[in-house]
């Protein structure tokens, strides 16, 4: 089955300061997609960054970024100079086979 | 141009009736999905329809749950006899086709309770 896991129901961090949330998947397919999606208290979701499977770099996106470790089917978010904006719930989403798998979010807290 | 809409925004219903909830996808877009998203809770797949193709219902969770999607355009999700679990916000969403790695666009959902 295919599963996507994100290990942090929370997470928080100072502003202006760096952190990352995980997610892990499992897919049997070689060619796949991974995405990062933000839902602010506004509800409505958003994409932040999407990566290909068969491409090696890291996808980035202004101050967001991934390390994609394909071998350990490891997908985390990088957020660099994190903001009172970036709080949000943040999920991770994998489009594999033509089915698309949604983790649980990360909640993400920003202390000014 | 406009961004995927929904309607109502919130809906209280009483156990047992019957309530539609509406989405206009993005002009374009032939791919739409609905998910329900429990308080806290990530999202949960419903249904989708894919141009002319027949929808993937495959994450109904039961026959009280139906969609239907006019012209290819907008869609309408029918929860027949509501009940308290059924209480959540209701999340359309469109993408430009079928094709893989296609970004999806998500409107500000209903919020659905049920007392």
């Known amino acids: 089955a295919q599963t996507v896991t994100q290990s942090q129901p929370e997470m928080s961090v100072q502003e202006a300061e760096t952190v990352t949330l995980s997610c892990t998947y499992d897919?049997?397919?070689?060619?796949?997609?991974l995405f990062w999606y933000k839902q602010p208290p506004s509800r409505q979701m958003i994409l932040v960054i999407r990566?290909?499977?068969?491409k090696q770099q890291n996808a980035t996106e202004n101050r967001f970024s991934v390390n994609f470790q394909k071998a350990a089917k490891s997908f985390s978010l990088k957020i660099s100079d994190s903001q009172l904006g970036d709080a949000a719930m943040y999920f991770c989403?994998?489009?594999?086979?033509?089915?698309?798998?949604w983790g649980a979010g990360t909640k993400l807290i920003i202390k000014p | 141009g406009a961004g995927v809409s929904q309607s109502p925004s919130n809906k209280v219903t009483e156990k047992g009736k019957d309530v539609e909830l509406r989405c206009d996808p993005i002009?374009?877009?032939?791919?739409l999905y609905w998910y329900r998203q429990s308080l806290g809770q990530g999202l949960e797949f419903l249904i989708y329809?894919?141009?002319?193709?027949?929808?993937?219902k495959s994450g109904l969770p039961s026959d009280r749950f139906s969609a239907e999607r006019t012209g290819g355009s907008v869609s309408t999700l029918t929860i027949q006899r509501t009940q308290q679990e059924d209480s959540a916000v209701y999340l359309c969403?469109?993408?430009?086709?079928?094709?893989?790695?296609?970004?999806?666009?998500f409107g500000p959902g209903t919020r659905l309770t049920v007392l």
């Open positions: 969403a469109s993408s430009l086709g079928s094709g893989r790695g296609n970004e999806q666009f």
């Open positions: 002009s374009g877009h032939t791919a």
């Open positions: 329809f894919q141009g002319n193709s027949a929808p993937d």
């Open positions: 897919t049997s397919e070689s060619d796949y997609y």
């Open positions: 990566q290909e499977a068969y």
């Open positions: 989403n994998m489009d594999s086979n033509y089915q698309l798998i």
